[in-house]
């Protein structure tokens, strides 16, 4: 395993330096779930949740969530994004929804964080949109499922 890169050398938390690495193009993907009642998915595919359309509100709060995801996370850095998507589908066999995202840019570091942080605010935001009729409703899985670009290449979860 390699150094931590977010360390200096006296194990103090920094922000890398990215300035001497060339500018490519990077895109990163991410999954996420969360399970509920039958019924709660049921309202939610009935769009008769009182606060409104949860998929779609989940899907702009996962956008917005990659977009400041340097304002979240402390030693990202602020990248400008070229394409950031977000798909929710109805899991009838979990039962709940299945969250995937997707971003992308022309720079010097990476997506990963973007991707994560658009997943789990989307469940977050699902969450917390029906949480007056389920409170029990669980996120799980939220991890990365491929990036490419940058100097570390290629990477696809098996």
């Known amino acids: 395993m390699s150094d931590l890169t977010h360390t200096d050398a006296s194990g103090r938390a920094r922000m890398v330096d990215v300035g001497a690495k060339a500018e490519t193009a990077r895109t990163a993907s991410a999954e996420g779930s969360i399970s509920m009642k039958r019924e709660t998915l049921d309202a939610v595919a009935r769009n008769a949740l009182s606060k409104g359309d949860v998929i779609a509100t989940a899907r702009i709060a996962g956008v917005m969530a990659a977009k400041r995801t340097s304002d979240l996370i402390p030693l990202c850095h602020p990248i400008a994004l070229t394409d950031v ?25 990476g997506v990963e964080m973007e991707a994560l942080t658009a997943v789990s605010v989307a469940l977050l935001t699902i969450y917390d949109m029906a949480k007056a009729i389920d409170r029990g409703m669980q996120l799980s899985g939220v991890r990365l499922t491929g990036k490419r670009g940058g100097k570390s290449g290629d990477w696809k979860r098996d």
């Not at 798909?87 to 039962?95: A, R, V």
């Open 85 to 109: 998507g977000i798909d929710i589908q109805m899991d009838p066999d979990l039962p709940g929804l299945r969250v995937t995202a997707w971003a992308s840019t022309q720079g010097r570091t």
